[in-house]
């Protein structure tokens, strides 16, 4: 282990400065720092509560300029004075609808516009596109279906602490609760409305509720790895704090739409940030804590601690930083919003881990540490190379059979990795999205009952004029489509908006569900066969476009944060081969992850498939958060084979960090773990996968497949550096490597 930065006499010369003019300078600048960050916390404190007022949750809100359902909506919008949101209320009697009950649906119209919100003042007329205009019957004459149109610019303005979306939802559950219920009927409010109600609903609280889970799971670790009641605090803190520093900058850009901001992305930061922070905090604490056992100053400790800690921690924040950053090559705003939310908060995480943490550490000293003060011993890393401990044992057994040790476990991991191929990423419907069974879900199996499945969500059509009849008859003969009429309603004769008419068609199957996509997508293909002018939009396209631009994003993201990570570890190991060796390790871990994903979705979680963004997250977390791992373990290895050789530098150095990097793995996997709590298929799948891979790549990639391929590789691991030519004493069998 290098204590060279300090020599004894340096240190001696630190201590016979003045004392007290020495001692308050330095008690100043923490001070200041404190203040300043405590001054921060206050401003930015509250602006994380205050992120969900500035959320976009809807599809097509996130789809580029350029996607042919983007253009449609545009050209629809021109045939209506208002662009629409719609709830879908469908109410059902099973025996079949009495002469009754249309008095008494009649009368619950007539009263929406009047209905009262929660919020006081606040009525649901004034955010309505239209009045409700009469119920819908079914054929079988056991439902209703009455659409209420939001204003669709309206619906999601903030009151209170709420939205007239959300309060229009309750309002009409409400209302039917009272007039139709009793009757013996059953109402649900379904349709685009109503899941963006329930999105609410889902997401209610996760600012606060998130937070407080992944806080609690993170101080219960903390407080078993320390043992000590104070540190697992100031760790929690600095992750607060750097939220916090976050959520300063994040606020106003969202507001202003400068980047895009969901319910998944708000979710997502907070576990970054949290997760981040503690591993960050946990590297430097763990070195502050190696130097105070070799100097009796705490300052010297820190500035040795500081120093060597400030590359490893700098290189994990920008490969993150880089990798999220790729995120905006993504064509979907939520995707590409991502990138930098999360990218700001990696860097809040980082400069609290790097001057708040310190300074507090400073303040308290020693004690902070109680009651496992850490004295001056001069316990050397190398001592703990096979005698205690279990990562002294791991790394002995490392070192007397590498090459068993790396074959055994890439032969495991390749075996996991080949099941990848079958998780079904091809996308789920609206109603599958939920973990939980909500009422727009059930109201949409209720309106399938009864009525053509794409009801209410049809599908857009915007052709000339001219060729509208030809249009239509090409749609009629397409398979899955229920029905079609030219105009905004049958019967009436067709608005001319700039010499074309819009065509609406209602599919068989539901609008949001994959088997409609695919009408969608032979839709397209006939009526460019009528012309490059016709083109096709309306919910269902809507989504048919996100996955296309998903699996777009797929082939050219991966490929560019692969690149981002071996450019970050060439630079920060002045090497070619480990970065080659690091990237294609996490790369097989993360292959392995996937396919024991496959396994648990399929046949223990039974989901019923995955979205198409959830390989791409679920790379995006795994190779640039889980690199991270690799980065602490390989940048103390080059620092020790400086000294002592590659071969028991490798075995010192995973001796060393495996219990910090461990820590840090099992933080950052049970940070993730707390995304569960939110109802929601695609945030429960993203969870497991990054808790399973980064446990996966913490105890097994980084404890046995590195270190022991690398031990194999011996110095050529640093090629073509210095080190890679110029082997030391200790390069061969040495009293560590064969300990």
């Known amino acids: 282990m290098r204590h060279e930065d300090i ?192 999105f609410v609903t889902a997401f209610a609280g996760i600012d606060g509720i998130l937070l407080l889970v992944a806080l609690g799971v993170v101080f219960f670790i903390l407080l078993v790895v320390y043992r000590s009641p104070i540190l697992p605090i100031t760790v929690l803190m600095t992750a607060v704090f750097g939220l916090a520093a976050a959520a300063m900058v994040i606020y106003p850009l969202a507001k202003n739409d400068v980047i895009g901001l969901n319910g998944q992305s708000q979710g997502i930061l907070s576990i970054l940030v949290v997760g981040a922070a503690t591993d960050y905090s946990l590297l430097l604490v763990s070195r502050y804590r190696e130097e105070l056992h070799q100097h009796p100053s705490k300052w010297v400790a820190m500035g040795v601690a500081w120093r060597a800690a400030f590359s490893p921690i700098a290189a994990s924040a920008a490969t993150v930083i880089l990798g999220l950053l790729c995120l905006l090559l993504s064509q979907l705003g939520s995707t590409r919003g991502l990138g930098p939310i999360g990218a700001l908060g990696i860097a809040g995480a980082l400069v609290s881990a790097l001057t708040f943490l310190p300074a507090v550490l400073l303040l308290f000293g020693r004690r902070i540490f109680w009651p496992m003060i850490p004295r001056v011993d001069h316990i050397h890393a190398e001592d703990s190379v096979g005698r205690q401990g279990i990562w002294g044992r791991v790394a002995a057994v490392v070192g007397r059979h590498p090459r068993r040790t790396w074959v055994l476990t890439l032969v495991g991991l390749l075996a996991c990795a080949s099941f990848a191929p079958t998780l079904k990423a091809d996308g789920i419907t609206q109603s599958q999205i939920f973990l939980n069974k909500v009422e727009s879900v059930t109201g949409q199996e209720v309106l399938a009952r009864h009525f053509p499945a794409g009801s209410g969500s049809p599908v857009q059509i915007i052709a000339p004029q001219a060729k509208a009849e030809q249009v239509l008859a090409e749609v009629k003969s397409v398979s899955g489509v229920a029905s079609a009429f030219v105009g905004e309603a049958p019967g009436l004769p067709p608005k001319v908006v700039d010499g074309n008419v819009l065509v609406q068609a209602t599919l068989t199957p539901a609008a949001d569900s994959p ?180 446990l996966l790549d913490t105890m097994v990639v980084r404890s046995l497949l590195v270190p022991a391929f690398t031990h194999e590789l011996g110095r050529r691991i640093w090629w073509p550096s210095r080190l890679s030519q110029e082997p030391t004493p200790a390069e061969g069998d040495s009293p560590v490597t064969a300990s």
Not at 116 to 124: A, C, D, Q, S
């Open 515 to 694: 088997a409609a996509e695919v009408v969608v997508e032979k839709l397209r293909g006939a009526l460019d066969r009528v012309g490059a002018d016709v083109l096709v939009g309306g919910s269902t396209a809507v989504n048919f476009d996100v996955r296309q631009a998903s699996q777009r994003d797929l082939r050219v993201i991966i490929p560019a944060i692969l690149a981002v990570v071996f450019l970050v570890l060439m630079l920060l190991l002045r090497s070619l081969v480990a970065p080659v060796v690091l990237v294609i390790a996490n790369v097989i871990s993360f292959a392995a992850t996937l396919g024991v994903a496959a396994l648990a979705f399929d046949h223990v979680f039974h989901f019923p498939g995955s979205d198409p963004a959830t390989p791409l997250y679920a790379f995006v977390f795994l190779v640039a958060l889980g690199i991270d791992y690799s980065i602490f373990l390989m940048t103390r290895v080059r620092e020790e084979s400086a000294d002592m050789g590659t071969r028991p530098g490798i075995l010192v150095a995973l001796a060393v960090t495996g219990g910090v990097i461990t820590s840090a793995g099992i933080v950052l996997a049970s940070t993730f773990s707390a995304l569960a709590i939110i109802p929601l298929v695609f945030l429960a799948q993203i969870a497991f996968i990054v808790a399973f891979g980064v």
């Open 7 to 198: 020599t004894p006499e340096q240190e001696e010369a630190e201590r016979s400065k003045p004392a007290s003019r020495t001692k308050l300078t330095r008690l100043f600048i923490v001070l200041l720092v404190l203040l300043a960050w405590f001054g921060l916390a206050g401003v930015g404190g509250p602006l994380v509560g205050r992120l969900s007022e500035v959320q976009k949750n809807d599809n097509a809100s996130f789809l580029p300029k350029s996607a042919e359902s983007t253009e449609v909506g545009k050209l629809a919008a021109k045939f209506s004075s208002t662009d629409a949101l719609p709830y879908f209320v469908v109410i059902e009697r099973p025996t079949g609808l009495k002469p009754s009950d249309a008095d008494a649906v009649k009368s619950f119209i007539a009263g929406i516009p009047s209905l009262p919100f929660e919020i006081k003042g606040y009525t649901l007329g004034p955010y309505l596109a239209s009045p409700p205009a009469a119920a819908v019957p079914s054929q079988d004459g056991k439902a209703l279906l009455v659409p209420v149109l939001l204003n669709a610019k309206t619906a999601t303005e903030v009151i209170g602490d709420s939205s007239p979306l959300y309060e229009g939802a309750k309002a009409l559950k409400a209302s039917a609760a009272s007039t139709l219920t009793p009757t013996g009927l059953a109402v649900y409010v379904a349709g685009p409305g109503g899941v963006l109600a329930d």
